[in-house]
């Protein structure tokens, strides 16, 4: 896949934007703060509906303005396809499809990409919610169905969890709220397909992670993938890892012991304890936590395998040919050994964008097509 034109109306810093993009290497490049970053948020969004750097549309939305527009035209091998997306300060955003109004959840049908950036140091780092938000873009990717039961699951999870809370107010105990066995039945049902595609992906990212790592780092430090489930006992959102993935015996079933099991706790806080909202990824080099037991390098090292390991999946798994590889803002942040094994490695794709604020950081096989940005203005674009 190959982003050939990108239009922004309205977005983040833009009052307006036309930018032209090449098959090969891509270099967006400015001083920090000119606006570089907010081109390729607006690219990713159209694969993951959501961003690298906030949880909600509201900040990628013009001050002053009620909504944001993205217009995207991209190269399927002899077919293209313009993908629109408006999205809304405030209500449901909108999208269109070559003209055609759909649903937002079907944009990531068209659009693949795979972005790295400084902030993908939280997934090794930060609290269990920045794994599963990874986790579960690169499920939306894979499988574009997968939206809307993630979406169905946090409507669930949203309403049992008020359900508790209400319970807990009145003093109402377990036995005497029938209602909410019919909302654990909805919970078990999308939560157990949250976590059987969530297993999925750990096992297919295994060996691509350990092939990337080895690639950038030089090192073989045996890196792992696993999860950590609250249906297994323990809450891994509170650092009790409780059971490791693949509880004994069928998942839903082991589910809803769970939920029965914690439903006194539940009331008492007014929380939903179980369930893939609870469950941690975690990952693991020479044996120890990245999280806590990692070096910097070490830490950069994973969070980039984990981009890499993902494109390299899309690619083995899409008809839409390679994802588009982002590359925001991290040339600055590696050694000179870094850079270069990753400039080899990124090279391999159709499509490879860049952003730096020194041109000279980036190696020069990824400076094929340089776009200069100032103040939230395209001023150059040239062909080097």
Known sequence: ??????????????????????????????????????LVEAVAYLATLGSHRVSND????????????????????????????????QGANKARVNGV???????????????FA????????????????????LIVQRSPRMSAVLSDYDRVLRQRSALLKSARARGVRGDALSTLDV?????????TEVIEARLAL?????????????????DDHGPRLSWALSVGG??????????????????????????????????????????PHRDDLVLEVRGLPVKGYASHGESWSVA????????????????????????????AELDAGRRTRLAELAGGFEQVIVTSAVEEDVPDALRAHVVRVEAGRIRESADD
């Open 234 to 275: 323990g809450d891994p959102e509170e650092g009790d890892a409780g059971a490791a993935e693949g509880p004994a015996g069928p998942l839903a079933d082991q589910f809803r012991a769970a939920l029965a099991a914690r439903r006194s706790a539940e009331l008492e806080r007014g929380l939903t304890l179980v369930g």
């Open 1 to 38: 896949m190959i982003v050939e034109q990108l239009g922004l109306k309205d977005f983040r810093n833009y009052a307006g934007a036309d930018v032209s993009l090449s098959a090969g290497a891509n270099l967006f490049v400015g001083r920090n703060g000119q606006g570089k970053t907010n």
């Open 202 to 218: 750990a096992s297919d990212l295994s060996a691509p992670v350990a092939s990337a790592y080895a690639s950038i780092a030089g």
């Open 183 to 191: 909302w654990d039945e909805k919970l078990v049902s999308l939560g």
């Open 304 to 331: 980039l395998a984990l981009r890499l390991a993902s494109a390299e999946l899309l690619r083995a798994e899409s008809r839409l040919g390679d994802p588009v590889l982002i590359l925001d803002d991290v040339f």
């Open 58 to 89: 509201a900040p990628m939305v013009r001050d002053g303005t009620d909504a944001a527009i993205v217009r995207a035209r991209l190269a399927h091998g002899e077919r293209t396809v313009l993908l629109e997306l408006q999205l809304n300060r």
């Open 101 to 115: 109004n759909v649903r937002t959840s079907e944009l990531p049908r068209y659009a693949q990409v795979v972005l």
């Open 118 to 137: 400084p902030e993908d140091l939280q997934i090794v780092r930060g609290d269990p919610s920045s794994r599963r938000r990874f986790a579960d873009q």
